[in-house]
């Protein structure tokens, strides 16, 4: 079954045809930067803590010193970045530099432990690496001695006395590599083009009617796509205002969006429940548009935002591999449960038998770096398979039902299951393990350790091997020890069942 492609007239303004809609057109995201700073030279840009507002020329200038910089210290177009920071205004100007000289930035989380930082830093083989944790940035040079490896103020790389070409990338010359696990694995890198960056937030600039006037209050991280390629992309493409917060605080949200006159806030669900717990909902009235997205929105809880705040959220429906694929509309019915109807140029469908969901456009990544077999695994006649299963309503909504793919989200994190299994593994009095996503109010889904023969008293073992190794989020929140996982008659430990038998 197909979600007509003609569906997504529903994101088009009143008036506007179709066929006229080119996604394309100004070739890559830096170009395009590029021609709003130069024509609102004086518009707020970005906000943070420390500096706050920053005009467009100012980005602009900071940017393009910052290019110089990378290319005085060797950097060629090409060649890897990996950025792992808070949000801040100088990890921005870092960023814009590194897609304005056609580096391709890896972005790593701030959380990642020594193993998962390392395996980014031997998979990608960075030329650069910004970093704001001092031991984090020592873990990548042991990595890899031949990386050079700054702060984000970049004070350790030479001032750049020459002006490389700037602004120059193709869509399809590559713009980012973002780890990813996908189905199975260990995380390999989506290699994302400036084609893939642009058509995506220029589809969400379209149909979430993003315009200069708009400010935006991001308090999720710029390490993942939710952050980056949605709420810092899209908000440079409008030539509209972003106000980075450092973690999500709900009353500073709330109080950002009164001080700035803020009509834009995205968030995971996670995000919005937290902002409803905390009673000053309410307060977020003066919104034009909130979106919550990289997790399912429960649909009474889409509801209780609406009756706190008067405001109906859009939720939408992206990838690593595809940037955003499928957001409820502006205009016209914003449907609980559903994620809406396939953006501009996204063509949907389901597998037949399986329901997968598949997808082809502009967005859509090429493969994942120095993995071929893994990418020919991805697609399928040409169209990507996303491991999610839907179902589509007759006018066309789109509705996640399943995940093919073992995946658990945690607050809008993944969490892939095999992974910390293989680290809790290690340790002798665990025989074998099943790490399952059970419901939970607060995270959506927790991260619960299922130990078979498992010794109780080697709990604490099994949590000092979890902090060493893995992201806090990955971490397990609970361990349950059973005498024997549940096995099909090939030995493989059932999955459904461990749920059924600790859910
Ligand atoms: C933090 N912790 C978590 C999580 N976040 N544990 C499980 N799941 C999480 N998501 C850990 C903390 O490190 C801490 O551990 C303990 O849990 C309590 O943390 P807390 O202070 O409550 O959390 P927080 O720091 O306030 O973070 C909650 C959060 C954050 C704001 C919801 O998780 C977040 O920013 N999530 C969004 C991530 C995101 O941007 N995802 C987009 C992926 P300890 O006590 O050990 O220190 S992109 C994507 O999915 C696609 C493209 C898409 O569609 O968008
Ligand atoms: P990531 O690999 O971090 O890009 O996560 C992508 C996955 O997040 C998708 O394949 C979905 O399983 C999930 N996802 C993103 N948005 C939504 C949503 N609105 N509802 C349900 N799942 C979502």
């Known amino acids: 079954m197909t979600a007509e492609p003609a569906n997504w007239r529903a994101h088009l303004p009143t008036g506007v045809d179709p066929a006229t809609v080119d996604l394309l057109a100004e070739r890559s995201l830096p170009a395009a930067w ?28 900071r940017s393009a010193g910052a290019a110089a910089r990378f290319h005085a210290a060797g950097a060629l177009p090409g060649d890897r970045i990996l950025i792992s920071a808070a949000s801040s205004l100088a990890l921005v100007v870092a960023h814009v530099a590194a897609l304005r000289l056609g580096l391709v930035v890896v972005p ?13 830093v031997t998979d990608a083989r960075p030329t650069l690496a910004v970093v704001d944790d001092p031991t984090c940035a020592r873990w990548v040079v042991d990595a890899d001695d031949r990386v050079v490896a700054t702060g984000p103020d970049l004070d350790l790389l030479p001032a750049g006395r020459e002006h490389p070409l700037l602004d120059r990338s193709a869509p399809d010359d590559p713009a980012l590599l973002a780890y990813t696990s996908g189905t199975t694995g260990s995380p390999k890198g989506a290699l994302l083009s400036h084609g893939n960056l642009l058509s995506s937030a220029e589809a969400l600039r379209i149909a ?18 939710h952050g980056l390629g949605v709420g810092l992309h899209g908000t440079l493409l409008a030539g509209a205002g972003v106000v980075l917060h450092e973690a999500f605080d709900p009353g500073r949200v709330v109080d950002a969006v009164r001080d700035e006159r803020a009509t834009l806030l995205f968030g995971v669900p996670t995000l919005w429940q937290r902002l409803l717990a905390s009673g000053r909902a309410g307060e977020l009235d003066g919104l034009r548009l909130g979106v919550s997205g990289s997790a399912p929105l429960d649909a009474q809880l889409h509801r209780a935002i609406a009756e706190a705040t008067g405001q109906r959220l859009i939720e939408r429906y992206g990838m690593t591999e595809t940037v955003m694929n499928v957001s409820n509309p502006y205009d016209g ?11 501009p140029h996204v063509s949907l469908r389901l597998a037949p038998g399986t329901g997968e969901i598949l997808l082809r456009g502009p967005n859509v990544f090429a493969g994942y770096w120095e993995r071929p ?20 309503d007759d006018d066309g909504y789109v509705r996640i039902v399943g995940r093919r793919k073992e995946l658990i989200i945690s607050g809008g994190y993944n969490v892939y299951p095999r992974e910390v299994e293989d680290v809790l593994r ?8 099943a790490v399952i996503g059970l419901p939970h109010p607060d995270w959506g889904e927790e991260v619960v350790a299922v130990v078979e023969g498992g010794d109780p008293g080697a709990d604490a073992a099994l949590r000092v091997l979890a902090v060493d190794e893995l992201a806090p989020y990955k971490r397990p929140k609970r361990i349950v020890h059973v005498e024997a996982l549940p096995r099909n008659a090939l030995g493989k430990v059932v999955k459904a069942e461990v749920r059924d038998l600790v859910g």
């Open 34 to 61: 590029a021609a709003r700073w130069a024509d609102h030279a004086a518009a707020p840009t970005v906000h943070d803590r420390r500096s706050g507002w920053t005009t467009a020329g100012e980005l602009e200038a």
């Open 108 to 120: 790593a989380n701030t959380a990642y432990r020594e193993r998962e930082l390392v395996h980014l």
């Open 208 to 225: 979430w009617r993003w315009t200069p006037d708009d400010r935006l209050v991001l308090p999720l991280p710029l390490f993942h796509l």
């Open 333 to 343: 019915e914003r449907r609980p449960g559903t994620v809406g109807i396939p953006l």
């Open 373 to 392: 077999d893994a990418t020919a695994d991805s697609f399928v006649d040409g169209w990507f398979a996303t491991g999610d299963v839907g179902a589509i």
């Open 426 to 433: 290690r340790h002798p009095s665990v025989s074998d393990v």
